[in-house]
């Protein structure tokens, strides 16, 4: 059962992954090489871009390029980065060059996005279904690494007080983005509602797995328990070697 997280360097997620293809040994999740890809945020804007799925406008830089005028405000991150490490919110141009210091700390790629104001919303998919979609809301105004891991920075609303045709939207979109990319088994989105459209942020391949995560919580609102889920995700993996 795949919850390798943050094992460090590019392409983490698919580093246990990769081990176990070599051994022979079914492991849970997406493969090694779409763990990857979908890793690699700028690859993705590229893939859901060309899938007409839409996200924010963004421009990857390379270390030891020239930095270009960057619309403000902006989110500046590391292109392959997790847990929001390295991301910085800028609203003052004399902010942006710190930002981007700040983000190539941790990797020689990083992404440059216009930002996008609006609810934080995130949906999971288990097989070929869309969960109910979640609104997270940070206490802060800002949902940096502090909020995802200190308790009691943030509210979360699951399920999301949505109209039903926009949540049929968000599911949809949510299963376009997890074909367009090759995910298998499941997987989370995270999208920012303006009230107008979704834009999506990225697609999370190894979502969390505590009991209180959201995919966990998605599903319990659909009436899947944790162990249920567990086995779901066991199930489904195990179909993907039998074919």
């Known amino acids: 059962f795949n919850i390798a997280e943050g094992i460090g360097g590019r392409g983490r997620e698919g580093q246990i992954p990769a081990v176990m293809e070599l051994l022979g040994i079914p492991c849970t999740g997406s493969d090694a090489s779409t763990l990857c890809l979908a ?31 960057v619309p403000l405000p902006c989110i500046v991150k590391p292109c392959s980065g997790g847990s929001s490490i390295g991301v910085r919110k800028v609203f003052n141009k004399a902010d942006v060059l710190p930002a981007v210091e700040e983000a190539f700390k941790y990797e020689d790629d990083i992404l440059i996005e216009s930002f996008v104001n609006g609810r934080e ?22 949902y940096d690494y502090a909020h995802k891991y200190q308790s009691g920075l943030i509210t979360e609303i699951c399920p999301a007080e949505l109209p039903a045709e926009v949540t049929a939207e968000v599911q949809d979109i949510s299963l376009r983005v997890f074909r367009a990319l090759g995910l298998e088994v499941y997987a989370r989105m995270d999208f920012i509602y303006d009230g107008r459209k979704f834009y999506c942020l990225e697609a999370n391949t190894l979502p969390g797995m505590t009991p209180t995560s959201h995919l966990p919580q998605e599903a319990k609102a659909m009436g899947i328990s944790y162990p249920e889920l567990c086995m779901r995700i066991i199930e489904l993996s195990l179909e993907k070697y039998n074919k």
């Not at 949906?123 to 800002?142: H, N, Q, S, W």
Request: hydrophobic share 40%; glycine share 14%.
């Open 39 to 69: 890793l690699d945020k700028a690859l993705t804007k590229h893939i859901l871009v060309s899938r007409g799925i839409n996200t924010a406008e963004g421009i990857m830089l390379k270390r030891g390029e020239p930095l270009p005028d």
């Open 121 to 142: 919303i995130t949906c999971g998919v288990l097989g070929d279904t869309a969960l109910p979609p979640a609104e997270v809301i940070p206490k802060g105004g800002f």
